[in-house]
């Protein structure tokens, strides 16, 4: 009954260091989403797949990539990540793109 | 652009009061709104969704009203537990936003239930 799993749960990184967020979903689901929640903000979504083999900017996509590598997994990832993009990471699936969305955890990255 | 508000920001009540947290949105055009539960350090849980076609859903002691017309959705809850303490946060999904379909969030009622 795992959802929505995302790794890893915490990461420090130094400004310019490279990583990917990675997200999994075992619910058979065709959308998936990356947001970010920042104090004040509220989430925001980054990117969204509404389908394997698709993917689309959302509101706040500058300095970051996506990989949608299977109808399971939604890769997120920073390729020199600075001090702005300290934040916790969502992801969040659905079966189609106005069903509910389920979210998993959270990825808590702090930038130095 | 949606933008999304949720008043009050924060409120605290006695265990087994009746309570209502409010939402409202700027455009009218949505497809559906989503009420979702946030415990600290953790994800979103979905609570209700309701189609803009529909009035109102229920779930247990949870019940989410919704006006189109006006902007406006509501959550009640009945007979408040310390265990329903958490931020809750309401989404909407809108026709005309450029990021397809995208959810816009308010920015949550932090909810305190003392025993």
Redesign the interface.
């Known amino acids: 009954n795992a959802g929505?799993t995302q790794t890893p749960k915490f990461q420090v990184l130094k400004t310019g260091q490279s990583m990917t967020l990675q997200c999994a979903q075992d619910m058979n689901h065709n959308s998936m989403?990356w947001y970010r929640q920042d104090p004040?903000m509220?989430?925001?979504?980054i990117y969204?797949s509404?389908s394997e083999g698709t993917t689309?900017?959302?509101?706040v996509p500058n300095g970051y990539n996506v990989s949608r590598l299977n109808k399971r997994e939604f890769s997120l990832r920073l390729e020199s990540a600075a001090p702005s993009q300290t934040s916790v990471y969502?992801c969040?699936s659905s079966e189609f793109?106005?069903?509910?969305?389920?979210?998993?955890?959270?990825t808590r990255l702090s930038i130095l | 652009k949606q933008e999304v508000t949720q008043i009050p920001a924060a409120l605290s009540v006695p265990e087994g009061e009746n309570l209502v947290l409010n939402c409202s949105f700027t455009d009218s055009a949505i497809?559906?709104l989503?009420w979702?539960r946030q415990d600290p350090?953790?994800?979103?849980?979905?609570l209700l969704?309701i189609q803009s076609s529909q009035r109102e859903q229920t779930s247990g002691r949870l019940n989410a009203s919704l006006d189109k017309s006006s902007g406006r959705s509501t959550l009640y809850i009945a007979a408040s537990q310390p265990g329903d303490s958490a931020t809750y946060?309401c989404?909407v999904?809108s026709m005309s936003d450029n990021?397809?379909?995208?959810?816009t969030?308010?920015?949550?009622t932090r909810l305190m239930v003392k025993p």
């Open positions: 929505v989403y004040g509220g989430l925001r979504l969204y509404a689309d900017k959302g509101e969502f969040a793109e106005t069903q509910p969305q389920h979210f998993g955890d959270g | 497809y559906n989503q979702f350090g953790k994800g979103l849980t979905s969704l946060l989404a999904i990021a397809g379909n995208m959810l969030f308010g920015g949550g």
